[in-house]
């Protein structure tokens, strides 16, 4: 079986998305999951959790010099995050897609951040931008005994093979 990580450019390509607390604030989980089921990828973690300042700010680490870097640490640990592992082909890139621009004032109307939100520092959800980081953030977030390698029944439905 693959890593908990997943296996990218393949069926087995796992991406670290969490619906910032604004998201879960403004009660968008059931809709923002939904997106992620109906595409057709399989959800192999979920967990809802606070972070900590410290916990937010290693999230974030590539961003520490930024400017805007103490209030996004802050909004990210202002309330509990759902922290999730998807599977599927191509979902790093294609769950980038589903999520829109960083700038919502950018996001394709269609997409997550362009529906349901306005300003870059309330831009209620995250996702892993390539290969290493979705490695660096599961591994980050999940243990392995956290993620479900499970096999879903209409994987065939899904997939040619
Ligand atoms: P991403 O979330 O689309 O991957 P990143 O550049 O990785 O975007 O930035 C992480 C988060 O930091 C963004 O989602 C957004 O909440 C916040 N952020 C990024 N750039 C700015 C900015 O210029 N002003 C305020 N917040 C920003
Ligand atoms: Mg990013």
């Given at each position: 079986s693959v890593p908990h990580y997943?296996?990218?450019?393949?069926?087995?390509?796992?991406?670290?998305i969490a619906i910032k607390p604004d998201g879960v604030n403004r009660g968008l989980i059931a809709d923002i999951i939904a997106r992620f089921e109906k595409k057709g990828f399989k959800l192999v973690g979920l967990k809802l959790v606070h972070p900590t300042e410290d916990f937010a700010a290693e999230h974030y680490d590539d961003l520490k010099a930024r400017p805007f870097f103490p209030a996004l640490v802050k909004y990210f640990a202002s309330g509990p995050v759902v922290a999730m592992v998807?599977?599927?082909?191509?979902?790093i890139l294609t769950g980038r897609k589903l999520i829109g621009a960083?700038?919502?004032?950018?996001a394709a109307v269609g997409t997550i951040r362009g529906d349901y939100c306005i300003i870059m520092g309330r831009n209620i959800i995250h996702g892993s931008d390539g290969a290493d980081s979705a490695k660096h953030e599961i591994s980050l977030w999940f243990k392995e005994n956290e993620i479900a390698d499970w096999e879903s029944a209409v994987h065939k439905w899904t997939y040619e093979k």
């Amino acid at each position: 079986s693959v890593p908990h990580y997943g296996a990218a450019g393949t069926q087995k390509e796992r991406t670290f998305i969490a619906i910032k607390p604004d998201g879960v604030n403004r009660g968008l989980i059931a809709d923002i999951i939904a997106r992620f089921e109906k595409k057709g990828f399989k959800l192999v973690g979920l967990k809802l959790v606070h972070p900590t300042e410290d916990f937010a700010a290693e999230h974030y680490d590539d961003l520490k010099a930024r400017p805007f870097f103490p209030a996004l640490v802050k909004y990210f640990a202002s309330g509990p995050v759902v922290a999730m592992v998807w599977e599927g082909k191509d979902v790093i890139l294609t769950g980038r897609k589903l999520i829109g621009a960083t700038n919502p004032a950018d996001a394709a109307v269609g997409t997550i951040r362009g529906d349901y939100c306005i300003i870059m520092g309330r831009n209620i959800i995250h996702g892993s931008d390539g290969a290493d980081s979705a490695k660096h953030e599961i591994s980050l977030w999940f243990k392995e005994n956290e993620i479900a390698d499970w096999e879903s029944a209409v994987h065939k439905w899904t997939y040619e093979k």
